[in-house]
């Protein structure tokens, strides 16, 4: 697993998030790994990577911080994690208009609507992140190598 | 007098069922479903739609008509509202919305939290698939991303019980928490319908002037209307430590300063209460009074450059409307 990998991801959505959420990047590098080693596997710049996995860590640290509200009470530490998850599940969009990734985003969206959707049933089924990510990659990939060929 | 909707030509039903459509057009969720069931008892608990009217009002500027387009964008930018509405019931745990039981209440924090982030994500959903254009859809979406809305929230959040801040933070989280979403409305509506750039931009620095104002008035709402009315305590916004343009006027005045600091999170409700006189019978609600009326001022003198358009009375309409000149 490429370690570096991961924390450049970190240390780039460290300093995208702005100061003034105070949001610490602090997901286990080994939710971050799944999809690390997956990069590793198709052809594509190291900054693409990067950014990649910067926006699968953003989108990651949203799914958890709304996850640890289910077992706190109202206060200070609910109110941040509630911030911290809202501004993240906003972040991660403008990180993928910010750095062209449209198809990316047109592909998570439903995606990341059906997560909020089997968590609201409380069924969660937050797999279905890395199998989205999975088949973007894959069909990205076919694509661009059938082009190739024509 | 006459209702917005009215005096804008408006028909909310077509607004509110646009709005319900959101849902009931998602295969992904059943009819049945508790989620579908509790955005259905949203939209229907009422709400006075200035957001979806602020797009539809934004789109007659433009020379091309795009009803469907327009619509859809008018009820995404309710959706977003009442998105943030219910994440800010979970942060204030307030009991109430429009009347009726707050979702969070209904449901439980983590449902009418997943609920608020669907409705995001069906934004996000839509606009992405709706729009066939590259540049309207980053654009759209880039408008709607809340972001900022946030930014402002974290600003509130990390001002509590600072009496130091200053009127420039105050009108910069304003801005960030109100005014930014409802410049966006216009701004969009306005895009959306092929509205030139000059104009666009105009349209949002009046919804942005005009949010400011709206802000304003809603905390001088919190001084001046009784108990009974706001269905609260009054003065609740420095019960719980937010500290508001009325109390930043009132904090020139050195004896009101000193009461006014007294105020923690320790304080009891019959210290607040004198507080809350106090500042009531100082001049400071005057001047926070002043300061609205100023950016009301400025969104008018917008209205005035954008004269030529017939929808420039539209602007008069919400002006007055969310100026607090009409009810």
């Known amino acids: 697993m490429n370690h570096h990998l991961i924390q450049d991801a970190y240390r780039l959505l460290q300093g995208e998030c702005s100061p003034e959420a105070g949001i610490i990047v602090d997901l286990p590098a080994l939710e971050a790994a799944p999809l690390a080693m997956l990069l590793e596997q198709y052809d594509m710049t190291a900054v693409r990577q990067c950014r990649l996995l910067t926006i699968y860590i953003a989108i ?54 059906q997560i909020q959707i089997k968590r609201a049933e409380g069924r969660p089924e937050d797999e279905r992140l890395l199998k989205g990510w999975e088949l973007f990659l894959r069909l990205e990939h076919n694509r661009s190598t059938a082009s190739q060929a024509i | 007098m006459r209702r917005l909707e009215e005096t804008l030509n408006i028909p909310l039903k077509t607004v509110d069922r646009e709005i319900e459509n959101m849902v009931k057009f998602d295969r992904d969720v059943p009819r049945s479903s508790q989620l579908a069931k509790s955005i259905m008892e949203l939209i229907r608990s009422g709400g006075k739609r200035v957001r979806p009217l602020m797009v539809i009002v934004g789109s007659r500027f433009g020379p091309v008509s795009d009803p469907q387009k327009v619509w859809r964008l008018a009820a995404a930018a309710e959706f977003i509202h009442a998105a943030s509405l219910i994440h800010d019931d979970i942060i204030d745990d307030s009991p109430l919305r429009r009347g009726q039981k707050a979702m969070h209440t209904k449901v439980g924090v983590s449902e009418a939290l997943h609920i608020g982030n669907y409705m995001s994500a069906r934004v996000i959903e839509l606009i992405s698939v709706y729009s066939a254009e590259r540049e309207r859809f980053a654009y759209h979406l880039s408008s709607l991303a809340t972001t900022r809305l946030c930014l402002g929230e974290y600003q509130q959040l990390s001002l509590l019980y600072d009496y130091d801040v200053t009127i420039e933070q105050y009108l910069e989280k304003s801005k960030n928490k109100t005014a930014q979403l409802m410049a966006t409305c216009l701004q969009i509506g306005a895009q959306a319908t092929g509205t030139d750039t000059a104009t666009s931009d105009l349209l949002y620095s009046f919804g942005e002037k005009l949010g400011i104002a709206f802000q304003i008035r809603d905390d001088l709402l919190d001084f001046t209307q009784s108990s009974e009315k706001l269905g609260k305590p009054a003065g609740g916004d420095l019960r719980s430590g937010q500290v508001t343009l009325p109390v930043l006027f009132a904090l020139r005045d050195e004896g009101l300063a000193r009461q006014i600091r007294s105020i923690s999170v320790d304080s009891s409700t019959a210290q607040v209460d004198e507080v809350v006189a106090a500042i009531r019978a100082s001049d400071a609600l005057q001047q926070t009074e002043a300061l609205s009326q100023r950016y009301l001022n400025e969104a008018e003198e917008i209205i005035y450059q954008l004269n030529d358009y017939p929808s420039h009375q539209d602007l008069q309409a919400l002006l007055d409307y969310l100026g607090g000149r009409e009810k």
């Not at chain 1, 958890?64 to 809202?86: F, I, N, P, W, Y």
């Open chain 1, 60 to 113: 990651k640290l949203a799914l958890q911080r709304h996850k640890d509200c289910e077992l706190l009470a109202s206060g200070e530490e609910l109110t941040r994690k509630v911030l911290d998850g809202d501004y993240l599940y906003s972040f991660y969009v403008e990180l993928c208009l910010k750095w062209e990734e449209y198809d990316l985003l047109s592909h998570l969206a439903p995606i990341i609507k």
